[in-house]
Nanobody, 128 residues
Framework: QLQLVESGGGLVQPGGSLRLSCAAS????????ISWFRQAPGKEREGVSC????????NYADYVKGLFTISRDNAKSTVYLKMNSLKPEDTAVYYC?????????????????????WGQGTQVTVSS
C-alpha cells in the first residue's frame, strides 16, 4: 500500500514562499504521476499541479502558473511544490495524490479514478 505524507505547510505572510513535500513510504514513486490539490474551508477541492512519473511533464492550474513549481526527486521518493508570491486566497489544506499511471491527465481533477492514494494534507495559511 502506497502511503503519502505531506509536510512543509505553515503560516506565511503575503508575498512569502513555502515548499511543500510529499514523501512516499516503502514504494518508489517513479511509476506514479503525482498531483497536488488544495481545499479551502467551505470550498471544493481543486487541482493545483501534476508531475509525471519521470518528471519530464508537468501541468499547472491557471491560477498558479508562474507562481508555483512542481518537481520530484525519485531517488528520495519525494515530490515538491514550491509556492512563491503567496496570497491569502492560497490558504488551504494542501494534499498530494498518486495516480496509478505515470502520466498526468489533461486536467487536474480530484475525481480522477486513477488517484488511488492520498496524503493526509498539510495546512498552508497566508496571513499578515
Amino acid at each position: 500500500q502506497l502511503q503519502l505524507v505531506e509536510s512543509g505547510g505553515g503560516l506565511v505572510q503575503p508575498g512569502g514562499s513555502l515548499r511543500l513535500s510529499c514523501a512516499a513510504s516503502r514504494f518508489a514513486l517513479n511509476f506514479y504521476a503525482i498531483s497536488w490539490f488544495r481545499q479551502a474551508p467551505g470550498k471544493e477541492r481543486e487541482g493545483v499541479s501534476c508531475i509525471s512519473g519521470s518528471g519530464d511533464s508537468t501541468n499547472y492550474a491557471d491560477y498558479v502558473k508562474g507562481l508555483f513549481t512542481i518537481s520530484r526527486d525519485n531517488a528520495k521518493s519525494t515530490v515538491y511544490l514550491k509556492m512563491n508570491s503567496l496570497k491569502p486566497e492560497d490558504t488551504a489544506v494542501y494534499y498530494c495524490a498518486a495516480a496509478t499511471r505515470a502520466s498526468c491527465g489533461s486536467t487536474i481533477r480530484s475525481n480522477d479514478p486513477a488517484l488511488n492514494y492520498w496524503g493526509q494534507g498539510t495546512q498552508v495559511t497566508v496571513s499578515s
